[in-house]
């Protein structure tokens, strides 16, 4: 099994920034796509940020403000929040989509919390 284990969450006030690291148990030297999602209560899971076939794609809402990187010496995948809002409040979650002999599997990382307030 691949395991995706995130931190980097926390509280944090309007304007404020953080980092999420999502450390993989695989090298991600080559992978099919990879992603950041997020949920607040009663809502649904929503799209922040992915990386499929070469292609970045953001959320209009976090467009100039987040942006999704990875580091393949230390597997690990980031996402870099900036100018943080109250209505980024979420628990965010990782997803990696590794390239197998049968086909591409995704993973998911346990998600971590981020609170934006004052």
């Known amino acids: 099994q691949v395991q995706l284990v995130e931190s980097g969450g926390g509280l944090v006030q309007p304007g404020g920034s953080l980092r999420l690291s999502c450390a993989t148990s695989?090298?991600?030297?080559?992978?099919?796509?990879m992603g950041w999602y997020r949920q607040a209560p009663g809502k649904q899971r929503e799209l922040v940020a992915n990386?499929?076939?070469?292609?970045?794609n953001y959320a209009d809402n976090v467009k100039g403000r987040f942006t999704i990187s990875r580091d393949n010496a230390k597997n690990t995948i980031y996402l870099q929040m900036n100018s943080l809002k109250p209505e980024d409040t979420a628990v965010y979650y990782c997803?990696?989509?590794?390239?197998?002999?049968?086909?591409?599997?995704?993973?998911w990382g346990q998600g971590t919390q981020v609170t934006v307030s004052s």
């Open positions: 997803n990696v989509v590794f390239t197998d002999t049968f086909g591409e599997i995704g993973y």
């Open positions: 695989r090298n991600i030297f080559s992978i099919y796509a």
């Open positions: 990386i499929i076939s070469g292609t970045t």
